[in-house]
């Protein structure tokens, strides 16, 4: 099953890449040049892979400020992940 989340800038987008590889590994991370999003592919529909995507997402977004990003799970619109203030 792939992932997909979507954040301001390209900048984001590696840090957040840097953030989610220590926690599924690299093997399973996709950041093309300048865009926007970070691909992640879970395997096997685990839904304990998906939650920890979802945790290191949200700690990244407290840790960098970032307003919000939109999470994508197979095609549709799965949940979208802001930070409260």
Known sequence: ???RIVVPDAAS???LA???TLVVGAERISLLGDRQEV???VEHDSDR???HVLDAAD???DHASVGSAEMWLGLARWVPVK???
């Open 39 to 41: 691909d992640v592919r």
């Open 83 to 85: 930070t409260w203030q």
């Open 18 to 20: 840097q953030r989610l």
């Open 59 to 61: 700690r990244w977004l």
């Open 49 to 51: 892979a998906i939650v």
């Open 13 to 15: 987008a590696g840090a």
């Open 1 to 3: 099953m792939e992932s």
